[in-house]
């Protein structure tokens, strides 16, 4: 994948030599009407180290037929002239504009040329805003095909956000084949700390990899006392513990609803696992309560959860009832006091009564200043992914006060998302673009906790997103990339291990 890119930033450059000596036009006409260019970065605040934001001319969306396009980005008196159909500014030149036009905006200027009677037209400039806030480096996510009939075929990539660069950390097809195949999910740092992560393997060769500083192990997590192996992970800030849900997952699918996949739990529960001691505990584990995607808070001293409570109707857990009854399973937020000395923890408190709204919180993801708690809110159930009403939600967790986020919310899913470790950006994932797959939106936060509007992760070809038939899932941030070759983590995935110990108490 790295290489591909290398070839495209290649191409990329060749095409900018000749872009250099692309002028604007001498003679034009102004309109008002509004570049129809993909991806739409109209306005957008973006960080001042971000790759350049290439974009192209939806040319059917034009009102006569096109033959060519010039941009313009400029701020004082530098300039940066793009000619041809996609605007592509070569990487120093961007770089070099976007540290000049920080804390102000960048003027863009699009004309297209009539393929008729070959006059040019210039559109509303508009600008995009250069926020002194820089974003980390890297994110990782994983890249998969939208059918459960796929999902064999999967990698988790890494790419730098300052460029285009791209590389696939693990590749699910190193270990599955057609007959035993493997899945990946729930990868997770430490603080954003590449070289501490975790994700969990399904099927063949199964386990939980869990990387920290250097030395790496496949963990078995299959338990008498725990509902499954750990998801939905989330490390504490400073100690080697990592909280997960435990749980009995299934899929049912629709017929007449416009949401056609439903995952949902018959039953779930909260642990946590010491990594040095290769010991786990259950921390929640009501037989009413449905406990999922628990988040520690960045002062190390709260666990942030949703629960559900969902009672079966004979007291016996049926998997054809909870599908039956899907749409009542409405999850709410809650919290537990940790105390990081003793390692113990206190009684669990309600943050955000979704379900008295009629409502399902999930994904709670707090601020790192421990300011704001950022949340997904659906109608029902807990994979909001699939759900089209899913939207952004923000609570002040001093006033708590709690608001949909519709500065960053479409008409289309918005699911998981995470904080940069500066707390100044949010990555999330939507399917704004074509209500199929799933891309990684970024929009900065100001200190009121108000977003500016999203733009979607910049390629160096800007049709690459809707030529990649691939959803982008569990967008997370990363201060430098992973430096594991994916062989060496398929090698940890061989290994057999012994069960971790099941404790009733988290020693100290």
Not at 37 to 44: A, G, L, M, N, R
Not at 96 to 103: H, N, R
Not at 240 to 265: C, P
Not at 338 to 347: D, K, V, Y
Request: aromatic share 12%.
């Amino acid at each position: 994948m790295k290489k591909i890119h290398y070839i495209l930033s290649i191409i990329v450059v060749l095409c900018l030599v000749a872009c250099n000596r692309t002028s604007i036009p001498d003679t034009f006409t102004t309109s008002n009407n509004i570049a129809p260019i993909y991806p739409t970065y109209q306005d957008v605040t973006i960080p001042v180290n971000i790759a350049p934001l290439s974009f192209e001319l939806q040319v059917e969306k034009v009102a006569a037929p096109v033959k060519d396009m010039v941009t313009r980005y400029s701020f004082g008196n530098e300039e940066i002239v793009c000619g041809g159909l996609k605007a592509q500014p070569e990487m120093d030149a961007w770089k070099s504009l976007t540290e000049k036009a920080k804390g102000s905006a960048i003027l863009v200027e699009v004309y297209w040329q009539n393929k008729d009677n070959e006059t040019w037209t210039k559109f509303r400039p508009f600008k995009i805003y250069v926020s002194p806030d820089s974003i980390d480096s890297y994110i990782s996510y994983r890249l998969i095909s939208p059918s459960y009939v796929t999902y064999e075929e999967l990698t988790i990539n890494q790419r730098c956000l300052e460029n285009y660069d791209e590389s696939v950390i693990y590749d699910n097809m190193l270990i599955g084949d057609e007959v035993n195949g493997q899945c990946i999910n729930c990868h997770n740092y430490q603080l954003q700390n590449p070289n501490r992560f975790q994700f969990h393997a399904r099927q063949k060769s199964g386990g939980t990899v869990v990387a920290y500083d250097g030395n790496i192990k496949k963990v078995n997590m299959a338990n008498d006392s725990i509902l499954s192996a750990g998801v939905y992970p989330s490390w504490h800030p400073w100690l080697k513990l990592i909280a997960y849900s435990t749980n009995k997952t299934m899929q049912s699918f629709h017929t007449r609803d416009i949401n056609k996949i439903e995952v949902l739990d018959s039953e779930s529960d909260l642990i946590v696992y010491d990594i040095d001691r290769n010991e786990v505990m259950n921390v929640e584990n009501d037989p009413q309560e449905f406990e999922i995607f628990p988040f520690w808070a960045p002062d190390g001293k709260m666990l942030y959860f949703c629960s559900a409570h969902f009672e079966y109707e004979n007291d016996t857990v049926s998997t054809a009832e909870a599908i039956r009854r899907a749409q009542e399973i409405k999850y709410s937020i809650y919290r537990k006091s940790f105390n990081p000395e003793t390692r113990e923890f206190g009684e669990k408190e309600l943050v955000f009564d979704a379900a008295g709204m009629s409502k399902s919180a999930t994904i709670p993801r707090i601020s790192p200043d421990g300011r704001y708690l950022l949340f997904t809110l659906g109608g029902w159930g807990c994979f909001h992914i699939w759900h089209r009403d899913a939207d952004l939600w923000m609570i002040d967790l001093e006033t708590m006060e709690a608001r949909p986020m519709t500065e960053c919310n479409s008409n289309n899913v918005e699911s998981y998302h995470t904080w940069s470790s500066n707390g100044k950006w949010i990555i999330f994932s939507s399917r704004r673009t074509d209500g199929v797959f799933t891309r990684p939106f970024i929009a900065h936060v100001d200190k009121n906790g108000k977003g500016a509007k999203p733009f979607e992760l910049p390629s160096a070809d800007p049709d690459y997103h809707r030529q990649l038939m691939k959803s982008y899932n569990i967008p997370e941030f990363m201060k430098g990339p992973v430096k594991f070759k994916p062989q060496d983590i398929a090698d940890v995935l061989k290994t057999t291990v012994e069960p971790v110990k099941y404790v009733n108490h988290l020693n100290h």
